[in-house]
């Protein structure tokens, strides 16, 4: 683990005061952290003072009558993260100034609440989302023989991923592709999901069937295939795994691997003995891990991605009509125009992260069930919540990303990406469950009101939890400077 003395720890070192005319003094301590672990963030963190009410909530499995009964999976967590730790070692990860580039998330139309909408001006409506900043579009190179190079990551990606299969059975397949030298080379490895998240593409959609539908993924280069063609009872069944576990159990007690969703547009944790795609990578293995940088001025670089970010959340500078520092998705937008108005911290620069910046955040070595933190490195501080099931947790984060499904909210153009950090919790049977694990990204309507909201998706297989009133902790580039 990545030691750091500040962000969402147990322990407060001095009252941190809620305004903007008063930052939390840095101590001189400073301390560097290394790791060749890409799920375990490398910081060069100086210490600073903690909020007090930041405290590690209790797991949330503890509700009266607790959880169903455990499901037997092939493996046990400790089981398969000593797996996930073997394969993480045998690819030498290391952290590499630059080694991060976040894609673009190739969403280029703008929306509003319901509808699509000429590009905003600034000081309009709706101006500073996703499609209002293009860096690093993707570019991709067929390099004719069964792969795909990823000209802005330096990742070479298996082309057609074949038939699905189980974690498990993606090990013991990695094992093939290396000693059969697939296209020549005997390095691929199961990406992690922060590889495995840098090429999916936002301006996919999802509607009513495959027919009506386009995945979020550049199919001109990647074969793939919605579940109704493999045979599957839905549609969006066409899960794609990744290398990470999370730490914690998902649904009662299944052993949980992270995956994205090429047809829905999201990360979830699913059972390792579900049945997946899988794309095995090779190349750059730098790729996503951070190297944060506490720059004693309440915000934070990341010198792999070269992003700038907030060091504390809108919760955090929670004022006038903000109430609790949540808020819908188009008062994010102008929160962030409001904060560059007034120059804060000493730019005037600042956006709402894209769904692909907010999630290089993660640290999937993290859990409110796990660490008693949010999945996020510790020189961060989030804002402690009461979530709907009345247990204690974290806020839920805004991206600029809108997500084109009507299964997140029936009114098209009206979702858009969050990250969770704390618990991705749903009800199932009228039981609540994390049911996605911490570091999952789903999807909130835009709009709602506080009386409605938070609540249990009545739409959603699992019951996701929707708050629609969100936090966020705003991004700048450095590059900019």
């Known amino acids: 683990m990545a030691s750091a003395t500040i962000g969402c720890s147990a322990q407060a070192e001095v009252e941190v005061q809620r305004n903007l005319s008063s930052p939390p003094p840095p101590t001189a301590t400073i301390e560097i952290a290394s790791s060749t672990n890409p799920r375990q963030a490398l910081s ?25 009964e455990r499901v037997e999976s092939t493996l046990t967590v400790e089981e398969a993260n000593e797996i996930e730790k073997s394969l993480l070692e045998a690819v030498g990860y290391e952290a590499q100034v630059g080694g991060y580039p976040i894609v673009d998330t190739n969403q280029t139309t703008f929306y509003s609440n319901d509808e699509i909408i000429e ?64 296209a020549g080379y005997s390095d691929w490895r199961i990406p992690t999901i922060k590889e495995l998240f840098s090429i999916i593409d936002l301006s996919g959609y999802t509607r009513m069937s495959s027919d009506t539908s386009k995945p979020y ?9 919605y579940g109704d063609a493999a045979g599957e009872a839905r549609f969006i069944d066409s899960q794609i795994l990744s290398s ?83 808020m819908d998705w188009e008062s994010a937008l102008a929160w962030a125009a409001e904060m560059n108005e007034e120059n804060f ?27 008693g933190t949010p999945s996020m490195n510790e020189l961060f501080y989030c804002t402690p919540i009461i979530n709907y099931f009345e247990d204690d947790d974290y806020g839920f984060y805004w991206s600029s990303t809108t997500h084109d499904d009507t299964s997140a909210s029936p009114i098209e153009y009206n979702a858009a990406s969050y990250m969770v950090f704390g618990n991705a919790m749903g009800r199932m049977d009228e039981e609540p469950l994390d049911v996605h694990g911490s570091g999952a990204q789903r999807s909130d309507p835009k709009t709602g009101t506080r009386e409605q909201y938070p609540q ?8 996701d939890e929707q708050r629609v009133y969100n936090m966020v902790r705003l991004v700048r580039d450095v590059t900019d400077n």
Do not use: H
Request: net charge negative.
């Open 44 to 68: 060069v963190s100086q210490s600073t003072s903690v909020p007090p009410e930041q405290a590690p909530p209790p797991p949330p499995g503890q509700q009266p009558g607790g959880p169903p």
């Open 119 to 182: 590009e905003p001006a600034k000081g309009e409506a709706f101006y500073g989302q996703d499609a209002q900043f293009i860096k690093n579009a993707p570019s991709y190179t067929d390099n004719s023989d069964g792969t795909i190079t990823d000209n802005v990551t330096g990742l070479m990606w298996q082309q057609d991923p074949g038939k699905k299969m189980t974690w498990p059975e993606a090990v013991e397949q990695l094992a093939v592709m290396n000693e059969t030298e697939f």
């Open 217 to 225: 993924i550049d199919t001109q280069f990647f074969v793939f295939e």
């Open 244 to 326: 990470t576990i999370y730490d914690s159990t998902t649904l009662g007690g299944n052993t949980t691997v992270f995956g994205y969703n090429f047809a829905d547009g999201r990360i979830k944790g699913y059972e390792i003995d579900k049945d997946f795609y899988c794309y095995y990578v090779r190349g750059n293995t730098s790729y996503g891990l951070n190297l944060f940088v506490d720059n004693g001025d309440e915000t934070i670089t990341d010198e792999a991605t070269g992003l700038m970010w907030m060091q504390f959340d809108s919760g955090y500078y929670s004022a006038g009509d903000i109430e609790d520092g949540t």
């Open 345 to 371: 911290l000493g730019y005037s620069d600042w956006r709402v992260p894209d769904i692909k910046e907010l999630q290089s955040l993660a640290d999937y070595d993290k859990s409110p069930i796990v660490t």
């Open 456 to 463: 249990p998706d009545p739409n959603a297989p699992q019951g």
